[in-house]
């Protein structure tokens, strides 16, 4: 199964954007990428997903490479409430269309 | 909608005891699926059903049992709870095998084996 790794953590400053950085190199041809985020062990968050052209919805952005070996999602004016672990996720097709999890990104948003 | 429910959100369980997470959600997704969330790791497939009477094995089963008997409710069910089942314990529903439709997640329960 494809695995994502991803930074242990990230500081933002209040209104600026947050670029998280994910790299899925074993990812297969029809293997989604999904970002969501877990705020104080709550249940996850969608944010985002894609194939392999960019996204954007009204929470954030999601480049991929041409290649799909890596992504990045970007919160265009980061808020203290964008506080949270972000996982980049890749969606395989077998075992029910499993979430494979990595540790993800904790993301502090500063004043 | 409620989307995904989960009971209860927090449980304390003695070694040897048994019990049933519930797990309801009520968007008519076919697909259903139970995760473990241990400290500082990303969550891991336990057991999944796509569809009333359909269940299989995820990435951990050991341990657990699961039914589905209607398209709303995916219980899961520790028969002799052990310490290593401390985890927090998520549910989730999806609309069908599509790869392109995003999941949706309960709330957790917390359980903790003593």
């Known amino acids: 199964d494809a695995k994502t790794t991803q930074p242990p953590s990230m500081d933002c400053a209040e209104g600026r954007a947050a670029n998280l950085p994910c790299n899925h190199s074993t990812i297969s041809g029809n293997e989604y990428v999904y970002w969501y985020r877990q705020i104080h062990s709550q249940g996850p968050q969608y944010i985002i997903h894609g194939l392999k052209n960019n996204e954007t919805n009204e929470m954030a952005s999601l480049i991929i490479t041409e290649d799909r070996k890596s992504s990045t999602l970007i919160l265009p004016h980061a808020t203290l409430r964008d506080t949270a672990v972000y996982y980049c996720i890749v969606r395989v097709r077998n075992q029910g269309g499993k979430l494979i999890f990595g540790q993800g990104t904790e993301l502090s948003v500063k004043p | 909608n409620a989307g995904v429910t989960q009971t209860p959100k927090f449980q304390v369980l003695k070694t040897g005891q048994s019990m049933t997470l519930q797990c309801a959600q009520d968007m008519n997704h076919e697909y259903m699926s139970w995760y473990r969330q241990d400290p500082g790791m990303g969550l891991r497939l336990i057991h999944y059903s796509v569809g009333a009477g359909i269940t299989d094995q995820g990435e951990v089963p050991n341990g657990y049992n699961v039914s589905r008997s209607t398209t709303e409710d995916f219980p899961l069910r520790l028969l002799s709870a052990a310490p290593s089942q401390t985890s927090v314990y998520f549910c989730?529903?999806?609309?069908?095998?599509?790869?392109?439709?995003?999941?949706?997640f309960g709330q957790g329960t917390r359980l903790t084996v003593v």
């Open positions: 989730a529903s999806t609309r069908g095998g599509n790869l392109n439709t995003e999941a949706f």
